[in-house]
């Protein structure tokens, strides 16, 4: 795969886009369950700005996303939609990935910023592609 100069034009593996729709369709669901059967793959690491932290098992995963979710919850999160691929290179079973995206309350008026984005790599398991890293360039669960 190759990404085009402009950001609009960036061409992603139908097999990425359709994890991602999957991922963009159940973390508004909050299905935390299908995130971590379908989507994020173990070991799974998550890069913040204070810290990195790696999750060995699914039941680490499952919890960490109880608790996003539980506090997303809270600030009255209803859903997210995915504007745009900014970033994209792939290789043979690695690929990494820059969504941006926007929040919105259960109002369906926009939750803090208009625009977000978060990196992602992916690693191919027996064709399909799963999030084994992630680095959110905002707070998870604002």
Same mark, same amino acid.
């Given at each position: 795969?190759?990404?085009?100069?402009?950001?609009?034009?960036?061409?992603?593996?139908?097999?990425?886009?359709?994890?991602?729709?999957?991922?963009?369709?159940?973390?508004?669901?909050?299905?935390?369950?299908?995130?971590?059967?379908?989507?994020?793959?173990?070991? *799974?690491?998550?890069?913040?700005?204070? =810290?990195?932290?790696? %999750? #060995?098992?699914?039941?680490?995963? &499952? !919890?960490?996303? $109880?608790?996003?979710?539980?506090?997303?919850?809270?600030?009255?999160?209803?859903?997210?939609?995915?504007?745009?691929?900014?970033? *994209?290179?792939?290789?043979?079973?690695? =690929?990494?990935?820059? %969504? #941006?995206?926007?929040?919105?309350? &259960? !109002?369906?008026? $926009?939750?803090?910023?208009?625009?977000?984005?978060?990196?992602?790599?992916?690693?191919?398991?027996?064709?399909?592609?799963?999030?084994?890293?992630?680095?959110?360039?905002?707070?998870?669960?604002?």
């Amino acid at each position: 795969m190759f990404a085009c100069d402009s950001k609009s034009d960036l061409e992603v593996d139908n097999t990425i886009e359709q994890t991602f729709s999957n991922y963009v369709e159940y973390w508004s669901e909050g299905d935390f369950d299908k995130i971590v059967n379908e989507i994020y793959g173990v070991p *799974f690491v998550l890069y913040t700005q204070e =810290s990195t932290m790696v %999750m #060995n098992t699914e039941k680490e995963v &499952k !919890d960490f996303l $109880i608790s996003a979710f539980e506090t997303l919850d809270s600030n009255n999160y209803g859903y997210s939609i995915r504007n745009k691929w900014e970033h *994209f290179k792939s290789d043979k079973n690695l =690929s990494i990935i820059e %969504m #941006n995206f926007t929040r919105y309350l &259960k !109002d369906s008026t $926009i939750m803090g910023a208009n625009e977000r984005s978060a990196s992602y790599i992916l690693r191919k398991y027996n064709g399909n592609h799963k999030i084994v890293g992630m680095i959110p360039h905002t707070p998870i669960s604002e």
